[in-house]
Structure formats: C-alpha cells, structure tokens
C-alpha cells in the first residue's frame, strides 16, 4: 500500500508542476471588414498555430503559471489576428475619449522682434518702418 501511495503521490506531484497548454483562445476575434468567413477560418487556424508556437517557446525557457500561459497565448493569438486585418477586443483605456479636451487657444501674439537692427542680406520687409 506504501508503494502505491508513493507512486500516487508522484504522479500528483508531477502534474502539479506541468502547466496546462491552452486548447484555443479565451477571446472573441471576429471578421474584419473585407474579409469573407473562409478566409477568417483560414487566419484563425494560422493564429492559433503562430500562439501555440508562442506559449511552447515560453514554457521552455521560463516556468509559468497557467493564468499567464493563457495570456500569453492570447496576446499573441489577438497580435496575429489584427495583423491580419480582422477586429480584436480592445480595452477601454486606448479610448480618445479618456483624453481631455484640449483647452481652447487663446489669441496668440507673436513675440516682438530681437534687439537691433538685421543683418544687410535680411529682405526689406524686416527693417523697421
């Protein structure tokens, strides 16, 4: 029974340790303007391959948890779609709308001309009446 639970207990040690590859994206991507359904069905295919060779090359060289695989998985599944013309999710604080107005000009006076007079080769419209 030792032997059993050791092995058991092995195993579940050992699961704890792998994290879990994403089976696909945890957003929505739909078509983007232009763009017939075969045509997003071949990109998607193509985006999940470019994420899954993503998360495959983080896992090798740093451990993470699975929250961050996942993210990882989708910014660059979302990276790929939108390079490929289709519309992504976007947070809203990339809005112009979080941006405040920019204050009304005031009427802007030009400053006055430096001391003395200009150089001979100025035009004559820059001397002094």
């Known amino acids: 029974m030792t032997k059993k639970f050791a092995s058991g207990a092995a195993l579940l040690l050992l699961a704890a340790c792998t994290t879990a590859t994403p089976i696909g ?7 983007g303007s232009g763009k017939n359904f075969d045509q997003f069905r071949f ?5 999940r391959g470019y994420a899954q060779s993503s998360v ?3 896992e090798q060289s740093v451990s993470a948890t699975d929250a961050s695989i996942q993210k990882l998985y989708d910014h660059a599944y979302t990276q790929c779609m939108y390079a490929k013309g289709h519309r992504v999710p976007v947070s809203g604080r990339y809005s112009d709308s979080d941006r405040p107005a920019p204050a009304p000009s005031a009427a802007h006076t030009p400053p006055p001309p430096p001391p003395g007079q200009p150089p001979p080769e100025a035009p004559p419209d820059y001397r002094p009446k």
């Not at 994206?25 to 078509?31: E, H, S, T």
């Not at 990109?43 to 985006?47: G, Q």
């Open 43 to 47: 990109d998607e295919k193509d985006c």
């Open 56 to 58: 495959k090359t983080a």
């Open 25 to 31: 994206p945890g957003i929505l991507v739909l078509p």
